[in-house]
């Protein structure tokens, strides 16, 4: 899952929000050094991450795309993911996606000197582009394979992968669905142990 999914899969826990969306910059140990309930955000986003990598249907969506791009085949599903949940998000929140996005980025500026250095220098860009409102398009999407694209220095060739998404799309839309009920679930489950 990217960030979106992340963020959404959180409810309405402001600081299991932010945990959520921090843990990828959170090495280790390192989220002990974090308010109790960021550290349980840090921690959820990590089971999140065990569960769909070892989830069959995300298994199928990253065996569409390995003989191209192997091993960047799993970032590129979690992306492609997150675009199916903002295209669908009416169906997800009664809260529409720009008033959603803005709302957490709000909440990242109030608990900004807590955030990793790394989010702190992403923030900006991810709020000029409105990268979370933008997975919602194809055109969006793109830019974002194509940022993470360039910082892998032109290897991942990720910016291609937007025609997999256009001749596979409903395979792909089925296959998030599907999906995202079991991580729902899943999540749900996992936060009340918390």
Known sequence: ???????????????????????????????LDYPERISQGITLHRKIDSFTDSHDIVKKSVSRLFPKYRHYSTVIVDILYDHFLAANWVEYSDTPLEEYTLDFYRLLHQHH??????????????????WLLSYASISGIGNVLSGMNRRTKNRSKMNFAVI???????????????FFED???????EMKKL
């Open 1 to 31: 899952m990217n960030f979106l999914a992340h963020i959404y899969l959180s409810g309405e826990d402001p600081e299991l929000k932010i945990g959520n969306f921090i843990a990828d910059s959170v090495k280790g140990k390192k989220f």
């Open 113 to 130: 000197e807590i955030l990793p250095k790394e989010i702190q220098k992403l923030l900006p860009y991810m709020e000029q582009d409105n």
């Open 164 to 178: 997999e998404l256009e001749q596979y799309y409903t395979d792909f839309g089925k296959e998030f669905r599907t």
């Open 183 to 189: 991580v729902e679930l899943y999540t749900k489950n």
